[in-house]
Structures are given as C-alpha cells and as structure tokens.
C-alpha cells in the first residue's frame, strides 16, 4: 500500500483502525523495515544485473528528506529521486534511488559494476546536463524526442505552421516506430527500417530547421527559436536511432516509473530520514520490477520473505520472472527438483552474494 498504491502509513493507521485491527504507522514502518534483509539480497543482485543491460532510460525527480545529513561543505540543496529502467532482451529492471545525487550521478555509479567485455550501453535521457555526468566519448548516449516535440506543442497556438511542420514530422518517425513493433522486428531490422523511412523524414526536418536559424526567418531569442536550437544542439542524441540499433525515440519508461514517486510524494510528502528513503527506493525497485515484467508484488514480496534463506544463497534464482519457476522445482518431486527448468540467467557469472 505505502511503496506500490502511495498510501501513507499514517492513513492506513485509520483505516485498520476503522476495520477493528489497529496497527499504528510506527508499528507498519517497522515490519517492512524488518522485511528488508530477507528481499536485499535480491534487490542488490538486480543491482549488479540492471548494470549489464543493453539500454537504460534515467530521469530525476524532486523529493524531500526532513532530517538529511550532508556531507561537511557540501553547497547542493537539492534532494531527488532517480528512477533507472535497465532494459534487457527478456526482462527490465526499474530501480529507484533518493538522494543529493542526480540521475547521471546514479547512473555512473550503477554502470561501475558493468563488465567490461559487454560495450557501451545505450543511455537514455532528457538533455540536462546533469544527467551527462561522466559521460565519455565511446559513450551511446540518446536524448528524448518527447522533449524535443513538448516545447513546440506549448507555442503551437502563437506559432501554427512552423510547429505543426516539426510535430507532423516527429510523428511520422513515431508511426514508422509502431509499425516496426508490430512487424515484431529485431533491434537490427528495426534500424534498418527507420533509416529506410524516417531517415529521409528527419533528414528534411534538420534542413527546415537550419533554413530557420540561417536564413533568419526565426528569432532567435523567440519561444520558436529556442524550440529550434534545443532540437539542433542536441540532433545527433536525439537521431542516435538512425545509427545504433535498439536506441529508443524516448524516455518514457523512465517517466511512467516515477510517476509512482509523485504519487509517493504528493501523499506523504517527504520521507523522514535517509535510511527511510533507502527502505522506499528498494520496495518501490521490486514493484516497479514486478510491474514491468508481469508479476504479482504482492505475491512476490511474500515468497522472498517465506523463503529468505534461499534467496540468500541463489538470489539470481529468485526474480520476479523466474521465482515462480523455482518454487515449482522446490515442490517437484525429489527426481525432478534435481533438474528444475532452466532458469534465465544473464550471459556473464553473478557476483559472490555478500
């Protein structure tokens, strides 16, 4: 209720009171605190796994910490919650974490504990230059064509014609994208089919937009000029779809993740200390997990829980899209849980769980 619905603890208080089961908002904190080392050891090895991905969209969003202790000299004010989906060929892993970092912070520690033998991982973003942070030239970084498109839809009532013109071209480049998803194309033929027809589509568009800038039939300092120069400064991320196969259009699944925390947040309005955002970020992870492949929260949070010793000695055999496939081997017969079902596993070795 609290990290899946954003019900506070506080509501729910009156509520079980209500249906004759008191259980005061202290007491709830405290179970689910106690619940936290028996689903660790799975959320820290979708830690490590989220980092071998092929993709990774990332955003931040504001969040408050009543009593956050920064560190001595610290001059940020600020406190945010990232949410990071690693996308992988059969699965995807949203994670969430709150702090004085931003998300390009959050993602440079995460991508610490890539191997090495895996390349560049395609990031996904919108384009403050927070979210930049670290980045290198080998880097695949992507910026979202939803922004690009927002800022002309916002003036479009003082500027019809020049901004119908880009959102009509983005939205070709969107309808060839549904089109590809629906062919069922591989990363590879989808890139080959966007070169074939949204790369004339985008091709015509950066032309427009150059003839705009030089040729002087927009001001720069307008609301349409500076729709233009974000799409021009940042063309060659938002068209890393024409050249890398499997780069995203947007950064969408980022934001239906952290619509969840403005959820969280609107209701109960800050988190209390660090280490109760800590106990958030890693439920919401689960959910938002669960969520994203299909599995039931509710049910899965129970079974780590019923079965935490396991979960500790093979946490990779206890994710949200193979855990029930273990419990069945677990209750097979003695010669079939000596051969359960293959389980997905990642292409590298796991880590030595701590």
């Known amino acids: 209720n609290k990290y899946g619905i954003g019900v506070p603890f506080y509501r729910q208080e009156k509520h079980l009171e209500i249906m004759g089961t008191p259980v005061s908002s202290s007491t709830q904190y405290k179970v689910v605190s106690d619940g936290l080392p028996k689903v660790n050891p799975a959320y820290e090895y979708l830690l490590w796994l989220a980092a071998q991905g092929k993709l990774a969209h990332y955003d931040d969003t504001s969040m408050k910490i009543l009593d956050f202790v920064r560190p001595k000299g610290d001059k940020r004010t600020g406190i945010f919650t990232t949410g990071l989906v690693s996308v992988h060929d059969d699965w995807e892993i949203a994670l969430l974490f709150t702090g004085r970092e931003h998300a390009g912070e959050n993602r440079a520690k995460l991508l610490k504990n890539r191997e090495p033998d895996l390349g560049a991982m395609i990031l996904m973003s919108d384009a403050l230059a927070c979210n930049s942070v670290g980045l290198t030239d080998d880097d695949l970084m992507a910026n979202c064509m939803a922004h690009g498109r927002r800022n ?5 009532d003082f500027f ?42 985008m091709e015509s568009l950066k032309t427009w937009l150059d003839e705009q800038v030089k040729q002087k039939k927009t001001e720069p300092n307008s609301r349409l000029g500076k729709a233009i120069a974000y799409m021009r400064a940042h063309w060659p991320a938002l068209t890393l779809f024409l050249r890398v ?9 980022s934001e239906r993740v952290l619509k969840n925390v403005v959820l969280h947040r609107k209701n109960s309005l800050f ?19 669960c969520l994203r492949n299909g599995a039931n ?14 979960v500790k000695q093979a946490p990779e055999e ?18 079939a849980a000596a051969n359960p079902p293959p389980v997905a596993e990642p292409a590298v070795s796991p880590p030595v769980p701590a």
């Open 160 to 201: 019809p014609e020049e901004c119908q013109r880009v959102i009509s071209a983005i939205g070709e480049v969107y309808y060839f994208d549904g089109q590809s998803q629906e062919l069922g194309h591989t990363d590879e033929q989808r890139l080959a089919f966007h070169q074939e027809r949204s790369g004339p589509v």
């Open 318 to 335: 206890w994710l949200p899209w193979n855990y029930k496939a273990t419990m069945e081997a677990k209750s097979a017969s003695p010669s």
């Open 152 to 156: 002309f839809v916002k003036i479009i």
């Open 245 to 253: 196969p499997g780069a995203p259009l947007d950064n969408n699944l």
């Open 297 to 310: 929260p509710w049910d899965y949070l129970t079974e780590l829980q019923r079965n935490h010793e396991a």
């Open 271 to 289: 988190y209390r200390t660090a280490a109760g955002a800590k106990t958030g970020d890693i439920y919401m992870s689960l959910i938002q997990t």
